[in-house]
């Protein structure tokens, strides 16, 4: 059973930083494109970035240049580093990993990110 824990969020002040971690288990990691996805209260379920087994990224444009995606496939973990945050960035932030060639998709639970003075 495929199971995404992630950590890291909490509360900042306006151009703060956070770093998001999401460890993945039970399956192999390489095999899944990984992704961070965002929901505020009222708002739909947003992909925030993305990024291939072989480094490859994308991000919405809300957070171009301000957030970095990365993963570490030795250990199993994905990042997201969010630097001059904003409060329109308050969400809970999901892990996602979508399997390459089964499409099979799989959520953690969520972290809550605040933004606020």
């Known amino acids: 059973q495929v199971q995404l824990v992630e950590s890291g969020g909490g509360l900042v002040q306006p151009g703060g930083s956070l770093r998001l971690s999401c460890v993945v288990s039970?399956?192999?990691?390489?095999?899944?494109?990984m992704g961070w996805y965002r929901q505020a209260p009222g708002k739909q379920r947003e992909l925030v970035a993305a990024?291939?087994?072989?480094?490859?990224?994308n991000y919405a444009d809300s957070v171009k240049g301000r957030f970095t995606i990365s993963r570490d496939n030795t250990k199993n973990t994905v990042y997201l580093q969010m630097n001059s945050l904003k409060p329109e960035d308050t969400a809970v932030y999901y892990c996602?990993?979508?399997?390459?060639?089964?499409?099979?998709?799989?959520w953690g639970q969520g972290t809550q990110v605040t933004v606020s003075s």
């Open positions: 996602n990993a979508r399997h390459q060639v089964t499409l099979n998709t799989y």
């Open positions: 039970g399956s192999i990691f390489s095999s899944y494109v």
């Open positions: 990024i291939t087994s072989g480094g490859s990224t």
